[in-house]
């Protein structure tokens, strides 16, 4: 981007809130049932039928509310938010307009600078209010017309609003990170955006360096991954910046972003912006929550990932770094302690998981969750290095078999004879014979230069197929080649 100019980013969020029920029916809000299966006359909007929140759902967005240290509203008031489309039955959608569940909090972000250091940002929470969901429209492969499925038709969403204070695509990627992880924790919903619970539609504009007026602003929707959100915002900012330079104003619409193109393009322009007429739902009074209630839930809220990150540092000696990575997903960090649980040592455990383990589980696509190999089975493996049966550098050849097969590393090792060569004998004679093959390392290492001893003590793995232990040998080949 041209030095000239900042990029200004706000984030709009809608989490589906994880009920059982409906947020103002008593209907499943299930994913990947039959078409309107999950349907009755509330959600399908016939005539005659009235809400009744989910007392459930205004739990979870108070809990969500409080974490992201929000106020907490005193009252409480839905609105209809009129806009005419057949995946909205009944022509309106139950939201809150100026009376949100939560408003005016905050997230801490972390920022990853050079060589891993993270600095942290503060990024004001405007409001976050409840709604419920549309239906879903199918277009494809069908001739004559389309076809609706009001399933997820009053699905409760909760949208989480920023204030405009990320400056960069990379910072709004980080806000993503630490906004799911923070709902993760709560356990308030999947936060699976290929299922469609958590989605997210990115507003940016772009201003002079010391401007302190907002520029016109442009939303990007349709983003399917936090790196999409990301890459759409960097090619918002260049396509701005690229016209503001060449004279053009920003207009303000909301754009599409195109994946496979990944480029984006307008849908609607300000013009045809639609006017919700926004008006108080007679059906549902507004209402105060009684503030013992906040009080209940604010005491049951769980660690939370800052918290969390702390614990491991002190706990487990983790370095500040690995801390965070290993808790900026909730899953990942209770991987990490089940192995702990296992009597695994924890910093050998912090760099299996973060160097081999993630590197299988990246390339083949698989969730931590889903690993082929349990935190039981990696802690079994960690245990074997650690009490000298292999050696990390077998270890390294094991996990991918573990990984591929199922098998614990025991079983592995015992079927393939990869036990670690540690008796002292046999390790001399390799030692040897690497000696008499090498004579020119030998002197060079007599001689001070000590780099010839790694190729030696290579050269003794080498010998060993890899299941010596490097200490030893390196004890013996100095014992046997002192400097002279
Ligand atoms: P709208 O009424 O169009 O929905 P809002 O004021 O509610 O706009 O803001 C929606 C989102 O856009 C918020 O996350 C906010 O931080 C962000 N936003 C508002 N103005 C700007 C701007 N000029 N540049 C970038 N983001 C903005
Ligand atoms: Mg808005
Ligand atoms: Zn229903």
């Not at 994913?31 to 999950?38: I, M, P, Q």
């Not at 307009?97 to 891993?116: H, N, Q, R, T, W």
């Not at 990390?392 to 614990?408: Q, V, Y």
Request: with cysteine; net charge neutral.
């Amino acid at each position: 981007m041209n030095t000239q100019y900042e990029s200004v980013i706000g984030l709009e969020v809608h989490v589906q809130l994880k009920t059982k029920s409906k947020i103002f029916c008593a209907c499943s809000a299930a994913f990947g049932c039959e078409a309107n299966e999950n349907t009755c006359p509330v959600c399908l909007g016939l005539p005659g039928s009235l809400p009744v929140l989910n007392e459930k759902v205004l739990e979870l967005a108070i809990k969500v509310g409080l974490a992201l240290n929000c106020r907490i509203s005193e009252r409480i008031k839905f609105d209809r938010k009129n806009y005419f489309y057949p995946d909205l039955p009944k022509a309106y959608q139950i939201s809150q307009y100026d009376m949100p569940v939560a408003s005016k909090g905050f997230l801490v972000v972390e920022i990853k600078g050079d060589g891993g250091v993270l600095t942290e940002k503060r990024i004001g929470i405007t409001r976050a209010h409840l709604e419920e969901d549309a239906g879903k429209l199918l277009h494809e492969g069908i001739k004559d017309g389309s076809w609706v499925d009001y399933n997820r038709a009053g699905v409760p969403l909760l949208e989480i609003v920023s204030e405009p204070d990320l400056r960069t695509p990379e910072e709004a990627f980080q806000y993503l990170v630490s906004l799911k992880a923070i709902l993760q924790y709560l356990e308030v919903s999947d936060c699976n955006m290929e299922e469609g619970s958590l989605r997210c539609d990115a507003n940016v504009s772009i201003r002079s360096i010391g401007e302190t007026k907002l520029g016109t602003k442009v939303e990007i929707k349709n983003m399917n991954s936090f790196r999409a959100v990301q890459k759409a915002l960097a090619y918002e900012v260049k396509r701005q910046t690229k016209a503001v330079e060449s004279g053009e104003k920003i207009i303000q619409e909301t754009r599409l972003w195109n994946e496979s193109k990944s480029e984006t393009f307008s849908m609607r322009s300000k013009e045809q912006a639609h006017d919700y007429r926004y008006f108080p739902e007679p059906d549902l009074v507004p209402f105060s929550v009684a503030s013992e209630k906040i009080e209940t839930i604010k005491k049951s809220l769980p660690e939370l990932p800052k918290a969390r990150w702390d614990r491991f540092k002190t706990r487990y000696g983790l370095s500040d770094y690995d801390a965070y990575v290993l808790t900026s997903d909730k899953i990942l960090g209770d991987y990490f302690e089940a192995c702990i649980q296992e009597k695994a040592d924890p910093k050998l455990t912090s760099n299996w998981i973060q160097s081999e383990l993630l590197a299988l589980l990246n390339a083949g696509k698989i969730a931590i969750g889903d690993s082929p190999v349990k935190a039981k089975d990696l802690a079994g493996l960690i245990r074997l290095i650690g009490n000298n049966t292999v050696s990390g550098k077998i270890a390294k050849e094991i996990l991918p078999m573990m990984f591929e097969t199922r098998k614990s590393a025991e079983t592995i090792v015992k079927e393939k004879g990869l036990v670690q060569v540690t008796d002292l004998k046999v390790l001399e004679e390799a030692a040897d014979r690497v000696i008499r093959a090498n004579a020119k390392s030998v002197s060079d290492l007599k001689a001070g230069k000590k780099q010839a001893l790694g190729f030696l003590v290579g050269q003794v793995m080498k010998e060993t197929k890899g299941k010596a232990n490097p200490k030893l040998i390196n004890e013996i080949l100095t014992q046997k080649l002192p400097i002279q």
